[in-house]
């Protein structure tokens, strides 16, 4: 699975959209992007995930690139409760019925007052 | 929905003692996995089963025993307890094919001491 890069932390002002970008140099066609967030020390929480298109749920946006080398989630109006840790994973399915996800150390995110 | 449950939330182990750490899901998902994650590390792969009846190793697999019991339950084995074996397991399952609309469903974690 390809590799993916992001930074360690982030700050965001309570209410304003939270960008937490992601790349993934790497990545090769049959790849997809996912989002997932852990809250302090819970388990972790899928978001949302994505092949070459832009995705929206009502969690999140995903904006990938043109080239799917990068991507972009985005948290429209931040609350103290998205405090977390993001993590941005690539993954192929494995033809054996599964499909196994590599977690980084995601990116920090701190919502500010 | 109880989604995917894991038991038992703590533990404390010593040197060399066994136990096993149980799982189960209730939506009815093909896959499950076994997951560790250290303090201030993400999370790695231990073991999975892609479907009922088959288990594969993952990255961290030394040390643990699997057993895919049936298509809800899936528990994880240590047979003689070590210190580095400290750690927070997660237990969790997804649709498997079509990856599913919503990704993986995590359990709570097991917190586990070995002293």
């Known amino acids: 699975d390809a590799k993916t890069t992001q930074p360690t932390s982030m700050d965001c002002a309570e209410g304003r959209a939270a960008n937490l970008p992601c790349n993934h140099s790497?990545?090769?066609?049959?790849?997809?992007v996912y989002w997932y967030r852990q809250i302090h020390s819970q388990g972790p929480q899928y978001i949302i995930h994505?092949?070459?298109n832009n995705e929206t749920n009502e969690m999140a946006s995903l904006i990938i690139t043109e080239d799917r080398k990068s991507s972009t989630l985005i948290l429209p109006h931040a609350t103290l409760r998205d405090t977390a840790v993001y993590y941005c994973i690539v993954s192929a399915y494995s033809g054996a019925g599964s499909y196994q996800l590599t977690f980084g150390k995601g990116t920090k995110l701190s919502v500010i007052p | 929905n109880a989604g995917v449950t894991q038991t038992p939330k703590f533990q404390v182990l010593k040197t060399g003692q066994s136990m096993t750490l149980q799982c189960a899901q209730d939506?009815?998902?093909?896959?499950m996995y076994w997951y560790r994650q250290d303090p201030g590390m993400g999370l790695r792969l231990i073991y999975y089963?892609?479907?009922?009846?088959?288990?594969d190793k993952g990255e961290v697999p030394n040390g643990y025993n699997v057993s895919r019991l049936n298509k809800r339950e899936f528990s994880l084995r240590l047979e003689s307890a070590a210190p580095s074996q400290t750690s927070v397991y997660f237990c969790?399952?997804?649709?498997?094919?079509?990856?599913?609309?919503?990704?993986?469903?995590f359990g709570s974690g097991t917190r586990l001491t070995v002293v």
């Open positions: 089963s892609a479907s009922e009846g088959t288990t």
């Open positions: 939506m009815n998902h093909n896959s």
């Open positions: 969790a399952s997804s649709e498997g094919k079509n990856r599913g609309r919503y990704g993986y469903t």
């Open positions: 994505g092949l070459k």
């Open positions: 790497t990545i090769s066609g049959n790849e997809y």
